[in-house]
């Protein structure tokens, strides 16, 4: 069973800046991508960031790149997402998830993840 739990959140001004982290445990954790997802009041959960199981590639959604860096330690079992700048529009329930098997899943949509953490609240006021 893949346990994802996150930390991080918080409340933080327009500008400000905020760093998400992710504890993986129950599998190869270096074997797999991770991601991390959002989801607003009211709306549907959204595609941040992702990152290869080696951690050479990286996706980015349109609406943070640039202000958001995904990175991962494989020693540790975890995957980070740093945001900087940060708007209120940022404001959601931040989501780490990991696809449920090897094989070529989708990248940026949430079909392409089987296992997924509680989340963690980050609030941006204005």
């Known amino acids: 069973q893949v346990q994802l739990v996150e930390s991080g959140g918080g409340l933080v001004q327009a500008g400000g800046s905020l760093r998400l982290s992710c504890a993986a445990s129950g599998r190869t954790f270096s074997t797999y991508r991770m991601a991390w997802f959002r989801q607003a009041p009211g709306k549907e959960r959204d595609f941040v960031a992702a990152?290869?199981?080696?951690?050479?590639?990286?996706y980015y959604a349109d609406s943070v790149k640039g202000r958001v860096t995904i990175s991962r330690d494989n020693a540790k079992n975890m995957v980070y997402l740093q945001m900087i700048t940060l708007k209120p529009e940022d404001t959601a329930v931040y989501y780490c998830?990991?696809?449920?098997?090897?094989?070529?899943?989708?990248?940026?949509?949430?079909?392409?993840?089987?296992?997924w953490g509680q989340g963690t609240q980050v609030t941006v006021s204005s």
């Open positions: 990152i290869s199981w080696s951690g050479g590639i990286t």
């Open positions: 998830a990991a696809p449920q098997s090897m094989g070529a899943t989708p990248v940026r949509v949430t079909y392409g993840y089987g296992y």
